[in-house]
């Protein structure tokens, strides 16, 4: 798996950049990447089902701390001081692209392939 070429954070607007060797970039909004936490607090670490509300999030979250776990993760510490949650590259980016499918967001690279599966 391919660790980012760069990482970014717009602290201004709450937004954490990744540039990718072989890709787009991912532009996540602190916020989806707080609801998408994979640790046991977040999710249930059998069923995979999400126990955090995503709602519960606070809409002014802001990145406290990031740091690498070897190079494969992230490790952030938010603003809400929840700082168990390791964030894969592929966990990332897969957040960036479910985000890209959902809605036509204003951050989609403009010329998208249409079959990106
Ligand atoms: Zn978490």
């Not at 602190?30 to 519960?56: S, W």
């Not at 809409?59 to 964030?87: I, K, P, T």
């Not at 592929?90 to 690279?109: C, F, K, N, W, Y």
Request: charged share 25%.
């Amino acid at each position: 798996m391919n660790a980012p070429v760069n990482i970014r954070m717009i602290r201004e607007n709450r937004l954490l950049e990744l540039t990718w060797k072989d890709g787009p970039q991912t532009i996540l909004p602190f916020r989806k990447v707080r609801q998408e936490c994979p640790c046991a607090m977040c999710v249930d670490e059998f069923t995979g089902r999400r126990i955090l509300d995503p709602e519960t999030v606070p809409e002014n979250l802001d990145l406290a701390e990031a740091s690498l776990a070897g190079n494969y993760a992230l490790r952030v510490r938010w603003s809400d001081d929840h700082d168990s949650g390791l964030f894969t590259w592929v966990h990332l980016r897969r957040i960036g692209e479910q985000m890209s499918a959902d809605t036509p967001s204003p951050v989609d690279p403009p010329n998208e392939a249409t079959d990106s599966a």
